[in-house]
C-alpha cells in the first residue's frame, strides 16, 4: 500500500486531513511512503512516537498519512479516541504533549518527569481498535475479495471508494461464466427484494468507482459518505446472496442472460 498515493487518490476538500495536502503533494517523489497492510502502520506510527524521534518533513507526512489511512479504515486509539480522526499539524504536540500529559496523569511521572522507558512502554500498548461501520463477511469472502484485489488487499483494509470498486468486480467474477452473466432464482433467498434487473442497476451505479476518468471521479465524489456506505452494505447483501446461490448451483447447469 502506498500512503501517499492512498491519501492523493482519496482525500477530499471537506475532509479534516486536507490540510495536509500541501505538505504531502509536495513531499519529495523519491521517498518511499509503502506499507505492506494496517498492521505494519500502526507499527510505523508507534514508531514516530519515540522519544526521540525526529520531525523532518518526511516523518511529519508519515504521521499525517497514517493517521488519514487508519482513520479511513475505522480505526481509533482507544487511549486517545480522536488523534487518528483529527491529528495535530504539528505531531511533536501529540507524540511528545498528549502522551506526556497522559502520562502524569495517570501517576506515571516522578516529580513531573517522565522517563522515556515509560513512554516506550505506553506507547507499546497502545491499543488499536476497528471499529467495522460496514455488514460482516466471512473468511471466504473476505478471501474471494483479496484474490481480485490488485494489491491483495482484505476488505477491511480498503477504503470507501476501493471497498465500492471491488464489489463491483466481485459481482462480475462471481456471474460472468463464459463471457454471459447467470440468472439465478434469487427470490428463494430474498423473495422479490433482490433480482437480475436491480443487481444490472447496481452495478451501472458504480462504474464510476472503476474508473479514473475526469467523469468518474466527478461522479464518486458527488455521492456522501452515507451514500456510499449504504452502496457498500447493499452491495455486500448481493454478493453474499450471489455466493450462496452459486455454490448451491455449481454443479447444475444454470440459464445465462
Known amino acids: 500500500m502506498d500512503l501517499k498515493e492512498f491519501y492523493l487518490r482519496n482525500i477530499k476538500e471537506t475532509d479534516y486531513h486536507y490540510r495536509f495536502y500541501d505538505h504531502i503533494d509536495n513531499e519529495n517523489d523519491d521517498l518511499n511512503f509503502e506499507v505492506f497492510d494496517a498492521e505494519e502502520a500502526i507499527v510505523k506510527f508507534k514508531e514516530l512516537c519515540d522519544p526521540y524521534a525526529v520531525f523532518n518533513n518526511e516523518n511529519k507526512s508519515w504521521f499525517y498519512l497514517i493517521t488519514y489511512y487508519l482513520h479511513t479504515l475505522?480505526?481509533?486509539?482507544?487511549?486517545?479516541?480522536?488523534?487518528?480522526?483529527?491529528?495535530?499539524?504539528?505531531?511533536?504536540?501529540?507524540?511528545?504533549?498528549?502522551?506526556?500529559?497522559?502520562?502524569?496523569?495517570?501517576?506515571?511521572?516522578?516529580?513531573?518527569?517522565?522517563?522515556?522507558?515509560?513512554?516506550?512502554?505506553?506507547?507499546?500498548?497502545?491499543?488499536?481498535?476497528?471499529?467495522?461501520?460496514?455488514?460482516?463477511?466471512?473468511?471466504?469472502l473476505n478471501q474471494k475479495f483479496a484474490e481480485i484485489s490488485n494489491r491483495q488487499a482484505s476488505f477491511n483494509d480498503m477504503s470507501t471508494d476501493e471497498k465500492l470498486a471491488e464489489i463491483a468486480n466481485l459481482i462480475e467474477s462471481l456471474l460472468k461464466k463464459n463471457g454471459k452473466f447467470l440468472s439465478l432464482d434469487y427470490s428463494t433467498i430474498c423473495f422479490d427484494y433482490i433480482d437480475d434487473n436491480m443487481i444490472a442497476d447496481y452495478r451501472k451505479k458504480l462504474h464510476c468507482f472503476r474508473h479514473a476518468t475526469t467523469e468518474a471521479i466527478t461522479e464518486r465524489n458527488s455521492y456522501s459518505e452515507q451514500q456510499k456506505n449504504f452502496l457498500v452494505d447493499y452491495g455486500l447483501i448481493i454478493i453474499k446472496v450471489i455466493n450462496i446461490l452459486v455454490e448451491k448451483n455449481e454443479n447444475t447447469d444454470m440459464t445465462v442472460q
Not at 511533536?92 to 502524569?104: K, S
Not at 512502554?121 to 471499529?131: D, N, Q, T, W
Open 74 to 140: 475505522g480505526y481509533v486509539i482507544k487511549e486517545f479516541t480522536r488523534i487518528l480522526a483529527r491529528p495535530p499539524i504539528e505531531p511533536y504536540d501529540f507524540t511528545y504533549g498528549d502522551i506526556r500529559n497522559r502520562l502524569i496523569a495517570l501517576g506515571k511521572d516522578s516529580n513531573g518527569t517522565v522517563r522515556y522507558a515509560t513512554r516506550r512502554s505506553f506507547v507499546a500498548e497502545l491499543h488499536f481498535e476497528l471499529k467495522s461501520i460496514h455488514l460482516d463477511i466471512d473468511d471466504s
